[in-house]
């Protein structure tokens, strides 16, 4: 039962029924609104109009309450409306509140509480960009916090790896997602996060074009020369690069391969939409695009053949790309198809879906000199010198202390422990991964320390690690909220699918046309019924099509819908936390530890993790 306080505010919502007869409703808030489709007589069709709220403006707990509120009254009433302007809303509630236990009339949709990003364990100069640009834009902190890891992360490059044992190597790769309706300052946080390495970026493209004039000037003054003494035409020079924005998967090989230092790159995009897209596009013809990313996600070696240009072998042996961007809930749900978490590909991603706050004027602005000082611990990363030879660099592997060993003894013991016990699906899968993910939160916060703050640079520390477990925890609280708002079983993935597969053909498609495209619908109906539980779910509609002048029967078409509203699961369960809520103290350190982790894919491959953390 859900129970709604008698002193609740009139709302600043509005939900009407768009056209008498109808189930097609829209929200509105004053100014925006959206629309979805709902039975209100049945909770799964009220659960669909607290995610179309919640997908637009957020999942703040204000918001959900208020549009409960509203829906319940809706459902309770059989009203056609309800908004600010009902005096009796609030006495409607109170009826509502003492109802009975098995009153299942109000929608329940099981989301965490929204826990603050732990910006404290951050270094200090990192902490202080997060803190302060969310009070300038008046985000919260997570939104700049992600592109910030992420900065840092591409920044290290393979130039340092956490060494768990000798044969559990983690490189510094992060793929960190905000996920934010429409209008949640999404860019300008990003744009925060990462004006360091794009200065970088282009301050590199500039020096790359003064040598290509100088390259083009000596290429004039060769020619010019006599052919037998002249010697070779000299060789063009290679823009630096670091950040990339929009890449195939062989447009990244080929930079990668060129790249002298060996350190890898940074995508970033403002809408990762495309970027998830990208992972399958060449699949029609034979292309492993998703397979690749998987491969840089570990920062293993990437060999691609190609046939055109004038490298026809592209070999990269570390291919370390991270990610960073954003996505709106609702294009996230479309884009994460059944496969993508099926290949473990979905549940690398490291999300955030924070409130959206209430935009209100500051004059507070970010401090020139935490920027600055930021900018020259971004720099200071960029110039840790790699191992090994020029031609044959190597990562230089990093050590726990002893305190920092125990930490993470302990985490990775209780962590596989409750994996276990888990009932297995997305969250599992993502905690799973949480695991390497822990350890390489723990290098990035190290590097960041040891330039700025001189911390040991011969191990990572307790401190390091107590920060990339904590961290490592959040993300796993912030999967599980997701992958509640999102909602999503089976069937709603089986219905994603088709729905996808029908857009990609032109999005209009007879039952009989899909039993003679696919084997799975040959039975007696099995179109049919499928394109009309398409229909229920929100995923598109019929169109009656009349005869042509000839005559004959009219002609049922299903038209996919632009984008799909599923009416999603009521109630998503949400695990326990997998990790101890007591914090270990690290006596060497002074730290403590409290998290999960993340990836289960070493830097060098090792196959399945035991259980219990063995030594080689």
């Given at each position: 039962?859900?129970?709604?306080?008698?002193?609740?505010?009139?709302?600043?919502?509005?939900?009407?029924?768009?056209?008498?007869?109808?189930?097609?409703?829209?929200?509105?808030?004053?100014?925006?609104?959206?629309?979805?489709?709902?039975?209100?007589?049945?909770?799964?069709?009220?659960?669909?109009?607290?995610?179309?709220?919640?997908?637009?403006?957020?999942?703040?707990?204000?918001?959900?309450?208020?549009?409960?509120?509203?829906?319940a009254y809706l459902t309770e009433t059989g009203m056609d409306s309800a908004g600010p302007e009902h005096e009796e809303l609030r006495a409607a509630f109170r009826a509502i509140a003492g109802a009975a236990a098995d009153d299942e009339a109000a929608p329940v949709v099981s989301v965490r509480p929204f826990t603050p990003f732990p910006v404290n364990v951050l270094p200090r100069v990192l902490a202080d960009l997060v803190n302060g640009g969310a009070k300038a834009l008046g985000c919260d902190p997570s939104q700049?916090?992600?592109?910030?890891?992420?900065?840092?992360?591409?920044?290290?490059?393979?130039?340092?790896?956490?060494?768990?044992?000798e044969s559990w190597k983690e490189p510094a790769v992060l793929w960190a997602v905000t996920v934010l309706p429409s209008g949640a300052l999404k860019s300008p946080a990003l744009d925060l996060g990462l004006e360091p390495i794009r200065?970088?970026?282009?301050?590199?493209?500039?020096?790359?074009?003064?040598?290509?004039?100088?390259?083009?000037?000596?290429?004039?003054?060769?020619?010019?020369?006599?052919?037998?003494?002249?010697?070779?035409?000299?060789?063009?020079?290679?823009?630096?690069?670091?950040?990339?924005?929009?890449?195939?998967?062989?447009?990244?090989?080929?930079?990668?391969?060129?790249?002298a230092s060996g350190r890898g790159l940074l995508c970033e995009r403002d809408e990762a939409s495309g970027w998830l897209k990208s992972f399958n596009q060449y699949k029609a013809k034979g292309g492993a695009d998703e397979a690749h990313w998987l491969t840089m996600h570990r920062a293993g070696?990437?060999?691609?053949?190609?046939?055109?240009?004038?490298?026809?072998?592209?070999?990269?042996?570390?291919?370390?790309?991270?990610?960073?961007?954003?996505?709106?809930?609702?294009?996230?749900?479309?884009?994460?198809?059944?496969?993508?978490?099926?290949?473990?590909?979905?549940?690398?991603?490291?999300?955030?879906?924070?409130?959206?706050?209430?935009?209100?004027?500051?004059?507070?602005?970010?401090?020139?000199?935490?920027?600055?000082?930021y900018g020259a611990m971004l720099a200071a990363l960029m110039e840790l010198p790699m191992g090994g030879v020029i031609g044959d660099q190597q990562p230089i592997d990093l050590p726990l202390t002893a305190g920092a060993k125990a930490l993470w003894v302990d985490f990775y013991n209780a962590h596989n422990a409750a994996e276990q016990a888990s009932e297995g699906g997305d969250i599992s899968a993502a905690w799973s991964k949480l695991e390497g993910y822990a350890a390489r939160l723990a290098l990035i916060v190290y590097c960041a320390r040891m330039v700025d703050e001189g911390a040991d640079p011969d191990a990572v520390d307790g401190v390091s690690m107590t920060a990339g477990i904590t961290l490592a925890r959040w993300f796993g609280g912030e999967a599980e909220r997701v992958y509640a708002m999102l909602g999503g079983d089976a069937q709603t993935d089986e219905h994603r699918a088709l729905w996808q597969w029908i857009r990609e053909r032109g999005g209009r498609i007879t039952a009989r046309e899909l039993r003679n495209s696919r084997a799975s619908y040959h039975?007696?109906?099995?179109?049919?019924?499928?394109?009309?539980?398409?229909?229920?779910?929100?995923?598109?509609?019929?169109?009656?099509?009349?005869?042509?002048?000839?005559?004959?029967?009219p002609v049922s078409i299903f038209e996919a819908a632009p984008a799909a509203s599923?009416?999603?699961?009521?109630s998503v369960p949400i695990p326990a936390s997998p990790i101890p809520e007591t914090p270990r103290h690290d006596s060497a350190s002074g730290g403590n530890a409290d998290g999960d982790s993340v990836d289960g894919i070493a830097g060098e491959g090792i196959g399945d993790a035991p259980q219990q953390w063995e030594e080689p």
């Open positions: 039962m859900t129970t709604y306080g008698t002193d609740a505010p009139p709302s600043r919502f509005r939900i009407e029924r768009v056209s008498p007869g109808t189930n097609r409703w829209r929200i509105t808030d004053g100014q925006d609104a959206v629309e979805c489709d709902a039975d209100l007589s049945t909770a799964r069709g009220a659960g669909s109009v607290l995610l179309a709220a919640t997908s637009e403006w957020g999942t703040d707990t204000t918001i959900i309450a208020e549009v409960k509120r509203l829906t700049i916090a992600l592109p910030v890891l992420a900065a840092c992360s591409a920044s290290i490059g393979n130039s340092r790896r956490i060494m768990l044992k200065r970088a970026q282009g301050e590199a493209i500039r020096e790359y074009q003064e040598q290509m004039a100088r390259h083009e000037a000596d290429v004039e003054e060769w020619a010019r020369k006599d052919k037998r003494t002249r010697g070779d035409k000299p060789g063009a020079p290679v823009c630096a690069r670091i950040v990339v924005s929009d890449s195939t998967v062989e447009g990244l090989a080929s930079i990668l391969a060129s790249q070696g990437l060999t691609m053949d190609r046939k055109t240009g004038d490298e026809r072998l592209l070999f990269c042996p570390r291919a370390f790309v991270s990610f960073t961007g954003t996505i709106q809930p609702g294009i996230l749900r479309l884009a994460l198809l059944p496969e993508h978490r099926e290949s473990g590909l979905s549940a690398r991603l490291l999300l955030a879906m924070p409130p959206v706050r209430r935009r209100q004027w500051s004059e507070a602005v970010v401090s020139k000199t935490v920027q600055t000082r039975a007696a109906g099995a179109a049919r019924d499928a394109l009309s539980a398409l229909v229920e779910a929100g995923y598109g509609r019929w169109v009656e099509v009349a005869p042509g002048p000839s005559g004959g029967r599923p009416k999603p699961p009521l």
